[in-house]
């Protein structure tokens, strides 16, 4: 097929038989390129030391540019670990019972496991006028864990009931104060009587106990 593409203006005429003009279109207007805006050239910055940006001399003679309204870059702060605190160990204690029936009983005696054999055989009449046998409750030797307050007896013994012979409200920390009749502190209900030895031979002291192991019961 011959190339059809001609630049003849005879052969031309024949296709455009109308006159063409060059008109200029006045409604569109071409604004010149505007100053171009300043481009901030920052050198490499390491983590360890933080460089002003430097500006090209160009860029720096512009008005209203300079080195102190420029940017700065940060280095990005170093993660903290969070440091979890160790756990504090439970106290635990050495007693003679099996303590099933959360019944505590306090003795305090530095010489002896529980007390004198008086006050030993005081302690048996006691615990069998209330029906406890010795795996219902558990005795604990005070002078072995002196300081101890009464808030870590509870969470250790969980103690329904609590006799204490010879350990003192404040050494248990406990701010309350004996009248003579049983103290009930939380789930606890306590009963304060002078040490085992000395109550054998107190004869008050052993009615007013009695009066109170009776409303326990």
Do not use: C
């Amino acid at each position: 097929m011959e190339n059809q593409v001609t630049n003849n203006a005879n052969a031309l005429r024949l296709f455009f038989t109308e006159e063409v003009f060059l008109v200029k279109d006045e409604s569109v207007e071409i604004l010149p390129l505007r100053n171009p805006e300043p481009v901030l050239v920052v050198e490499n910055v390491s983590v360890t030391e933080v460089k002003e940006p430097v500006l090209k001399p160009e860029i720096a003679q512009i008005p209203g540019i300079n080195s102190t309204n420029v940017p700065k870059v940060y280095p990005q702060a170093p993660e903290i670990p969070h440091i979890m605190a160790e756990p504090v160990p439970e106290k635990t204690f050495k007693f003679l019972g099996g303590n099933k029936k959360s019944v505590l009983i306090l003795v305090n005696d530095s010489e002896h496991d529980v007390s004198t054999e008086q006050g030993r055989e005081l302690l048996r009449k006691i615990v069998k006028a209330v029906d406890l046998g010795t795996p219902d409750f558990a005795i604990l030797n005070y002078s072995n864990y002196s300081g101890t307050d009464f808030a870590e007896l509870h969470r250790f013994f969980k103690p329904a009931i609590m006799l204490s012979f010879g350990v003192e409200i404040a050494e248990l920390k406990l701010n309350l104060t004996w009248q003579n009749e049983i103290i009930v502190h939380e789930t606890t209900r306590i009963i304060f009587a002078p040490n085992l030895h000395h109550l054998d031979s107190d004869l008050t002291a052993k009615k007013t106990l009695w009066g109170h192991l009776q409303k326990i019961k």
